[in-house]
């Protein structure tokens, strides 16, 4: 006889469906199998024998029935029967009124046994039918979930590649708006050279023409002056008034040539930039 394991509160589901929690001696199945104690989820508490999963007899019939055969056992030696009843023959069948209450009640608790017993092993077919039937779906589902982890595994690997595009996008477009960037400095740093140097073209031109306006004007002093004490001296001044004249007028004419030059200078450079922006502009937006 296999040895017996003792299991405390193991969910167990008896004969007629109603669910618990089951203490006691279990087999290697983890079956109850020996004496134990079946606590319900509606209440009741069953302690009693159990074989193969199955209540065959509570404590209180069991104590019954070793009352009976100690009975019985007493009484065989008076009575001429053995301790243990064999299985009547045709005349003790006809004689069956004769026996003892105690052996009407043992036969009927064998005949309740037997019937239990066959309603348990039907309960046991039909819940390894439903056993074997939620095994296929089980099947099913972990074919259904094995197959979902694979598309989460493609999905993860397309995430990873596009993730791995868009670094590379944007580390380009980073890249031609860094150069955006460095063009646009370039260009503000040359405008403002270019800038700085016509202020100085234009501030020496202004110095010139007040210059020479301060010449003309102090020449035109000394001829009214001395117009009157030279008259010799008249033509040469005249000719130097022409010259110095010609001078103003060249030298305004250069200054009015270096405004146009910086004026389409200026515009050339706006221009530029205008185009740089909206180049970094494109390719923020990018």
Same mark, same amino acid.
């Given at each position: 006889?296999?040895?017996?394991? @003792?299991?405390?509160?193991?969910?167990?589901?008896?004969?007629?469906? !109603?669910?618990? $929690?089951?203490?006691?001696?279990?087999?290697?199945?983890?079956?109850?199998?020996?004496?134990?104690?079946?606590?319900? !989820?509606?209440?009741?508490?069953?302690?009693?024998? *159990?074989?193969?999963? +199955?209540?065959?007899?509570?404590?209180?019939? #069991?104590?019954?029935?070793?009352?009976?055969? @100690?009975?019985?056992?007493? %009484?065989?030696?008076?009575?001429?029967?053995?301790?243990?009843?064999?299985?009547?023959?045709?005349?003790?069948?006809?004689?069956?009124?004769?026996?003892?209450?105690?052996?009407?009640?043992?036969?009927?608790?064998?005949?309740?046994?037997?019937?239990?017993?066959? &309603?348990?092993?039907?309960?046991?077919?039909?819940?390894?039918?439903?056993? /074997?039937?939620?095994? @296929?779906?089980? !099947? $099913?589902?972990?074919?259904?979930?094995?197959?979902?982890?694979?598309?989460?595994?493609?999905?993860? /690997?397309?995430?990873?590649?596009?993730?791995?595009? %868009?670094?590379?996008?944007?580390?380009?477009?980073?890249?031609?708006?860094?150069?955006?960037?460095?063009?646009? @400095?370039?260009?503000?740093?040359?405008?403002?050279?270019?800038?700085?140097?016509?202020?100085? $073209?234009?501030?020496?031109?202004?110095?010139?023409?007040?210059?020479?306006?301060?010449?003309?004007?102090?020449?035109?002093?000394?001829?009214?002056? &001395?117009?009157? +004490?030279?008259?010799?001296?008249? +033509?040469?001044?005249? =000719?130097?008034?022409? #010259?110095?004249?010609?001078?103003?007028?060249?030298?305004?004419? *250069? =200054?009015?040539?270096?405004?146009?030059? *910086?004026?389409?200078?200026? #515009?050339?450079?706006?221009? &530029?930039?205008? =185009?740089?922006?909206? &180049?970094?502009?494109?390719?923020?937006?990018?």
């Amino acid at each position: 006889m296999p040895a017996m394991e @003792t299991v405390n509160e193991m969910p167990w589901i008896d004969t007629d469906g !109603d669910t618990g $929690i089951y203490s006691g001696q279990v087999n290697a199945s983890n079956v109850p199998d020996g004496m134990g104690q079946m606590n319900y !989820d509606d209440g009741p508490v069953v302690k009693g024998r *159990w074989k193969e999963g +199955e209540m065959v007899i509570e404590e209180e019939e #069991e104590e019954e029935e070793e009352r009976t055969k @100690t009975n019985t056992a007493r %009484l065989s030696p008076s009575l001429g029967m053995p301790s243990r009843p064999s299985r009547p023959s045709n005349q003790q069948s006809s004689n069956a009124k004769k026996q003892s209450p105690e052996e009407d009640v043992e036969e009927l608790k064998r005949r309740q046994l037997q019937e239990f017993h066959e &309603r348990n092993q039907q309960f046991l077919k039909s819940q390894n039918q439903y056993h /074997q039937q939620q095994q @296929t779906q089980d !099947d $099913i589902q972990q074919a259904e979930l094995d197959q979902l982890h694979q598309e989460i595994h493609a999905l993860h /690997q397309q995430i990873g590649e596009l993730t791995h595009e %868009l670094r590379i996008t944007q580390e380009s477009h980073q890249l031609a708006k860094d150069q955006s960037s460095a063009e646009i @400095t370039m260009l503000h740093t040359e405008l403002d050279r270019q800038n700085s140097r016509h202020e100085q $073209i234009v501030a020496s031109l202004r110095n010139r023409l007040v210059e020479s306006e301060m010449s003309r004007m102090k020449m035109q002093d000394q001829l009214s002056t &001395r117009m009157e +004490e030279d008259a010799q001296r008249e +033509e040469e001044l005249k =000719v130097r008034w022409n #010259e110095m004249t010609k001078r103003v007028l060249e030298d305004k004419k *250069w =200054v009015d040539e270096q405004m146009n030059y *910086w004026k389409e200078s200026m #515009e050339e450079h706006r221009k &530029r930039l205008g =185009v740089s922006n909206v &180049r970094g502009r494109l390719d923020a937006e990018l």
